[in-house]
Every structure is written in structure tokens, then in C-alpha cells.
């Protein structure tokens, strides 16, 4: 039953992370990037403490150094996207950081020694083709273009400490830890900058809701999915946010529904249908 769950859990995350991209980008002229992040993940925190305090007699040693490791790892991915995108467009940011459906089977063959099936392959290259058909209307490579590649391969690294560790602890533990993490890591820039609060009732709903939803509740479902399931399969399901912001942008009126749209996304859902099925399932090799 957790097998056949697992990937529509990680669908709702991909939605929650689309909408979330649609609504931040409405007041980030109003809080600058690392004050949200900051505020985002520090709310996230204090939400997961207060729901559940015992959390805190759960964390061992163990625990806080690997969770510590894949909290930065989320939390550096973060700042490396922000770095890029203030140098380069949202479209080739958002195909960038999409390139680690590519980076996450890449790097888990080569070090966690997983074999992927010819279709597995091809369905990565159809959510990498589709991505670029949602985000590119024109490419050129620069500092920003490579700090977003940095962020992709921190979010593919992410990924994968998580497919290694998270079957080792609770899932709720180990997100507290990230998100903590994430915190300690985001507000580094946030003070070097000054940190902004959130100014008005707007700002702060967004934040509230990207912290409950998009972060607290995301991430504690793709810390118990990833226990169940490939960290390949994860990483393809998760490009579905690419797919769920365009639509969200649609729906709310931002931007028209294009063809560029509809044969993008579908591309990349018809790659993330067809790798959950069991045929394409990654096999650890053991020799």
C-alpha cells in the first residue's frame, strides 16, 4: 500500500511547490529572497516543535549530524538557486534546477552503485526535454547559468542522502533537523544582507502558508516517500512542480495557456507516469 502511495504523496508536494512559486513571486519585491527563505524555514521549525515537542528527545547523534548534512545540502541548493536567479531568468533557472531529474541517477550510479533500465533512461531524457520546452526561450551560459547548476546538483545530493538515510529514522525527526538546518544555513546571507521581516498580512500568509504546507508537511512526505521509493523515481515526480506552477500561472490569469505549455508539461507528466511503473525500478548492483 506505501509503495502505491508514496508517488501521488510526492504528486501533492510537486503541487504544493508550483502554487508556492506562483504566490512567492508576488511578494518578493516586498521581502527579499533570504529573509523569506529565513523566515520560511524558522516558521516551518516552530510549527513542527509546537505540534509535536517531544520531537526534540528523539534527535541523537546519529540523527543531527545526517540530517544536519542533508539540511545543508537543501539549504545551500536554496542559496545557490537565489545567487543564480539574480543573475539569469526565472525560465533557465527553472530548467536548470529541473536538471537534477539528470544529476540524481547520474550521481547515484556512479556512487550508490544503482542500475537503471534503458527506459528509465528515457523517460529521464522526455522530463529533461519537457522541461526545457516549459522554460527556455533562449540559453547563454554565465555566472548565474553556473550557480543554478551548483544549486541542481545540491538538490540531486539532497536527494540522495535522503534515499540513503531515511529509512534509518523517523521521518518527522529527521525533517525537523533539516528544516532547523535549512534556518541556520539560509540565515548566513540573511544577515550579511539584514534580515526584513515580513511587512504586511499578505507577505505573512504566504510565508505561513510555504512554511505549514510547502515545507513542514512536504517535506515530511518526501522524507517517509523516499524510504519506499527510488531516489530516481523521486526526482522525476518532484519536475511535476515545474509543471504545476505553469498551470497554477494559468489558472490564476498571470499568463496565457500556450501550446509551448500543454506539450511541455505533458512530456514531463508522461515521464512521470511511466517511471513509477515496476519495469523501470533502478536495481542496486551489489558486486
Same mark, same amino acid.
Given at each position: ?151 541542481? #546538483?545540491? !538538490? ?7 534515499? +540513503?538515510? &531515511?529509512?534509518?529514522?523517523? @521521518?518527522?525527526? /529527521? $525533517? ?40 513542514? #508537511?512536504? !517535506? ?7 524510504? +519506499?521509493? &527510488?531516489?530516481?523515481?523521486? @526526482?522525476?515526480? /518532484? $519536475? ?48
Amino acid at each position: 500500500m506505501a509503495l502505491v502511495l508514496a508517488p501521488w504523496a510526492l504528486l501533492a508536494v510537486a503541487a504544493m511547490w508550483g502554487i508556492s512559486f506562483v504566490w512567492m513571486k508576488d511578494i518578493l519585491d516586498q521581502q527579499d529572497v533570504y529573509s523569506f527563505l529565513v523566515s520560511r524555514f524558522i516558521v516551518a521549525a516552530l510549527v513542527m516543535l509546537v505540534a509535536n515537542p517531544k520531537v526534540l528527545t528523539r534527535i541523537n547523534r546519529e540523527l543531527l549530524i545526517k540530517g544536519s548534512l542533508i539540511g545543508t545540502a537543501l539549504g545551500l541548493g536554496y542559496i545557490f538557486q537565489t545567487l543564480g536567479l539574480e543573475r539569469t531568468t526565472p525560465a533557465i533557472t527553472g530548467f536548470i534546477t529541473g536538471l537534477y531529474v539528470v544529476l540524481t541517477p547520474l550521481i547515484g550510479a556512479l556512487i550508490l552503485k544503482e542500475k537503471l533500465t534503458i527506459q528509465a533512461w528515457f523517460y529521464i531524457a522526455l522530463a529533461t526535454v519537457g522541461l526545457g520546452v516549459l522554460s527556455i526561450t533562449g540559453l547563454s551560459i554565465g555566472t548565474g547559468e553556473l550557480f543554478v547548476l551548483i544549486s541542481a #546538483f545540491l !538538490f540531486a545530493a539532497h536527494i540522495l542522502l535522503l534515499s +540513503r538515510w &531515511s529509512k534509518d529514522f523517523d @521521518a518527522y525527526t /529527521l $525533517t525537523f533537523v533539516q528544516l532547523a538546518t535549512c534556518a541556520v544555513v539560509s540565515g548566513v546571507p540573511a544577515s550579511i544582507n539584514g534580515f526584513v521581516a515580513p511587512p504586511d498580512t499578505q507577505v505573512w500568509s504566504v510565508v505561513v502558508f510555504t512554511a505549514v504546507f510547502a515545507t513542514f #508537511f512536504a !517535506f515530511v512526505i518526501q522524507t517517509w516517500a523516499q524510504a +519506499r521509493i &527510488s531516489a530516481t523515481k523521486v @526526482a522525476v515526480i /518532484l $519536475t511535476m512542480e515545474v509543471v504545476f506552477a505553469a498551470l497554477f500561472s494559468v489558472a490564476l490569469g498571470a499568463e496565457p495557456l500556450t501550446l509551448r505549455i500543454l506539450i511541455g508539461g505533458s512530456m514531463v507528466l508522461v515521464a512521470m507516469i511511466m517511471i513509477v511503473q515496476p519495469k523501470v525500478t533502478p536495481v542496486k548492483n551489489d558486486s
